[in-house]
């Protein structure tokens, strides 16, 4: 089995990446506060399985090659810098209106499709599997030791993203979104507008 002193540190490295407030973290929270907590565990649950894929994709081998392919990671940078742009139009568009619309409060569908793609269109997600599951692999580490680190940073994945969607779908959260729904969606739409520069200026800067 996997050892204490192996696995421990990947554990603390991948929590620290997954907690941090990246976009994941705070769509999750802006989809609580806005629609409750059946629709943001749905959201999260796509989250979660888009991390996993990054995260098999990390531990095969796979993200090395992903890395070493400039014109693949080019395109995913574009594409998920593009989502994000999409997305601060979307939260930005939100808190230009004076009052949400019936028809707005009513957008309820496709949220793990949703969360899916967010994290599926992230490739800084394998950088950050890569750098977790290094922490803790030396010249023993076989496939086995790798597999069952990636499991359980899944399941924190998982655990992650269901914690901000129990936590933020509080009805203190909510509330408090109703109140200052402007000022937040404001502030979402700056962060995920960074994010997707910062995604493409990445790309750009490596062509």
Not at 47 to 61: Q, Y
Not at 76 to 88: C, E, F, P
Request: charged share 10%; aromatic share 12%.
């Amino acid at each position: 089995m996997f050892s204490a002193d192996g696995l421990l540190p990947i554990i603390l490295a991948f929590a620290i990446v997954t907690v941090s407030p990246g976009p994941a973290n705070i769509a999750t929270a802006g989809v609580a506060m806005r629609f409750g907590r059946r629709d943001s565990l749905l959201f999260g649950a796509g989250l979660g399985f888009g991390l996993a894929f990054w995260g098999i994709i990390a531990a095969t081998g796979m993200g090395a090659i992903l890395q070493g392919s400039a014109q693949m990671l080019f395109v995913l940078k574009l594409l998920g810098g593009a989502y994000l742009l999409w997305l601060a139009y979307q939260s930005g568009r939100s808190a230009l209106r004076v009052r949400e619309t019936e028809t707005d409060a009513l957008k309820q569908e496709r949220w793990f499709w949703r969360g899916l793609i967010l994290n599926l269109s992230n490739p800084k997600a394998v950088v950050a599997w890569m750098a977790a599951l290094s922490m803790g692999m030396g010249a023993g580490s076989g496939s086995g030791h790798v597999m069952f680190a990636t499991a359980i940073c899944m399941a924190l994945g998982f655990l992650n993203y269901a914690l901000h969607a129990l936590a933020f779908s509080l009805p203190g959260f909510m509330a408090g979104y109703r109140r200052f729904r402007r000022w937040i969606e404001g502030v979402v739409a700056g962060l995920f507008a960074a994010a997707g520069f910062s995604l493409i200026r990445s790309a750009l800067s490596r062509s």
